[in-house]
T-cell receptor, first 114, second 114 residues
Framework: DGGITQSPKYLFRKEGQNVTLSCEQN?????MYWYRQDPGQGLRLIYY???????QKGDIAEGYSVSREKKESFPLTVTSAQKNPTAFYLC?????????????FGQGTRLTVV | KNQVEQSPQSLIILEGKNCTLQ??????????LRWYKQDTGRGPVSLTI?????NTKSNGRYTATLDADTKQSSLHITASQLSDSASYIC?????????????FGAGTRLAVHP
């Protein structure tokens, strides 16, 4: 069935490690996004991509990296430079990046630093 | 600074009762306002999306209203059910020439008790 799939659902990282969160969509959407959600705060944009092989920094890109080699996939790497990585990460997609387009979200990955 | 403020932070109601959640925003000009429902540990799911020219939009037992003059929106839930227990997030999209930017409120956590 169609949708956005994030994996894994739970991820544990040791201090100093890089980890990669997966996001795959089969909605044929051009635009994809990564958000971070912390308790008591609204979602904040990390990176977004409007088309394959293109991506732009969002509001809190420091310590994160992304790639968009395929239309269906937009993985997020949390690097050791991200000082406070413990959070709930949400991937989203929309048919394109114009205003008023519906954004569909995955089920999230909860990252915990141990 | 563009902001979206929601109230109350949390709310408890009895099954079958109605409730209204509030959203105030400072985003101006804006393109659209959305309400999402987010179950614990899951991704947000769209309930309604209203452009700046719309005053009300319904989705089943959910009715959103928008007053662009006072920069206020509300989400009314009728005849609440246990499955309505979730966080409800107000999201405003600025009127910009760029990507599908979304500014998220922190959400109202609703608990429906039997």
């Amino acid at each position: 069935d169609g949708g956005i799939t994030q994996s894994p659902k739970y991820l544990f990282r040791k201090e100093g490690q890089n980890v990669t969160l997966s996001c795959e969509q089969n909605l044929n959407h051009d635009a994809m996004y990564w958000y971070r959600q912390d308790p008591g705060q609204g979602l904040r944009l990390i990176y977004y991509s409007q088309i394959v092989n293109d991506f732009q920094k969002g509001d809190i890109a420091e310590g994160y990296s992304v790639s968009r080699e395929k239309k269906e996939s937009f993985p997020l790497t949390v690097t050791s430079a991200q000082k406070n990585p413990t959070a709930f990460y949400l991937c989203a997609s929309s048919i394109h990046t114009s205003m008023n387009t519906e954004a569909f979200f995955g089920q999230g990955t909860r990252l915990t630093v141990v | 600074k563009n902001q979206v403020e929601q109230s109350p932070q949390s709310l408890i109601i009895l099954e079958g009762k109605n409730c209204t959640l509030q959203c105030n925003y400072t985003v101006s000009p804006f393109s659209n306002l959305r309400w999402y429902k987010q179950d614990t540990g899951r991704g947000p799911v769209s309930l309604t999306i209203m452009t700046f020219s719309e005053n009300t939009k319904s989705n089943g037992r959910y009715t959103a209203t928008l007053d662009a003059d006072t920069k206020q929106s509300s989400l009314h839930i009728t005849a609440s059910q246990l499955s309505d227990s979730a966080s409800y997030i107000c999201v405003v999209s600025p009127f910009s020439g760029g990507y599908n930017k979304l500014i998220f409120g922190a959400g109202t956590r609703l608990a429906v008790h039997p």
